[in-house]
Nanobody, 121 residues
Framework: QVQTVDSGGGLVQAGGSLRLSCATS????????MSWYRQPPGKQRELVAL???????NYADSVKGRFTISRENAKNTMYLQMDSLKPEDTAVYYC???????????????WGQGTQVTVSS
């Protein structure tokens, strides 16, 4: 079984910063892509940023230059440093990890439970 837990959300004023964390554990052979998604109130879930096992990154245009994604492969952990936060960044943030299980040998896609980020104006 593979489990993913995300944390670090909270209430912050516009212009402030938050750091989200995501940890994946269980019977894991390897984690390939780790991603952050967010779901604003009344809207669909959207991709914020992703990072491959090799360290390649991709960001949504709306967060480029403000958010930084990183990971520690040895710890199966990922982070999202969010700076210069805006009210429109308010959302529930979810992390996702995709890879291969050890036993049984099969692919997985594991989601965190979500962490609320609220940015006040």
């Amino acid at each position: 079984q593979v489990q993913t837990v995300d944390s670090g959300g909270g209430l912050v004023q516009a212009g402030g910063s938050l750091r989200l964390s995501c940890a994946t554990s269980g019977s894991i052979l390897r984690i390939e892509t780790m991603s952050w998604y967010r779901q604003p109130p009344g809207k669909q879930r959207e991709l914020v940023a992703l990072i491959t096992s090799g360290g390649s990154t991709n960001y949504a245009d709306s967060v480029k230059g403000r958010f930084t994604i990183s990971r520690e492969n040895a710890k199966n952990t990922m982070y999202l440093q969010m700076d210069s936060l805006k009210p429109e960044d308010t959302a529930v943030y979810y992390c996702n990890a995709e890879g291969v299980r050890m036993t049984p040998r099969s692919r997985f896609s594991s989601w965190g439970q979500g962490t609320q980020v609220t940015v006040s104006s």
